[in-house]
């Protein structure tokens, strides 16, 4: 079975028992972050960016403010959680209706997921364009937006 990045290092089993919906069922794992957003959230943005410099300052504390907020961290959390689901139900919806037709835009990073993201849609999608970032990471508006709205704009145009 392929396996994308995130599960790769454990992403989404990490962020389903934070939003308390781990195969063990630990609640107790639901709100530990509770004053620490701050910290969490720098974790990400300095192991997934290319430059973490490209995360200022303003940028950082404004999502901080936001998951801050009650419950923002936990239903950040719960897509992970929902990505089992997701599966079965994609698998249903493709074996019921075929590939999707219509133009599909994947955009990855060069130093995050690459082409994966055209690579994964290709199972459900005949008409995959992908599109790579240069010198970014995961934050692709924040690391490199000029080239993010290029890419996006060229895809639009077509």
């Not at 392929?2 to 063990?24: K, L, M, N, V």
């Not at 620490?36 to 303003?58: G, Q, T, V």
Request: charged residues 25%; glycine residues 8%.
């Amino acid at each position: 079975m392929r396996r994308s990045p995130a599960s790769e290092t454990g992403t989404i089993s990490f962020a389903a028992r934070c939003s308390g919906t781990s195969t063990s069922g630990d609640p107790t794992w639901s709100g530990w972050w509770k004053g620490r957003e701050r910290i969490y959230l720098d974790r990400f943005w300095n192991e997934l960016s290319a430059d973490p410099k490209k995360i200022d300052e303003e940028t950082r504390s404004h999502y901080a403010k936001l998951y801050a907020r009650p419950q923002a961290m936990h239903d950040a959390f719960e897509q992970f959680g929902a990505f089992s689901q997701d599966a079965i139900d994609n698998k249903a919806l493709l074996a019921q209706g075929g590939k999707i037709t219509m133009p599909v835009f994947a955009i990855g990073a060069e130093k995050s997921f690459g082409t994966a993201m055209a690579d994964d849609l290709r199972f459900v999608a005949t008409n995959v364009t992908g599109g790579i970032v240069p010198n970014s990471g995961h934050w692709i508006m924040e690391e490199n937006p000029q080239a993010t709205v290029k890419l996006v704009a060229e895809f639009l145009a077509k």
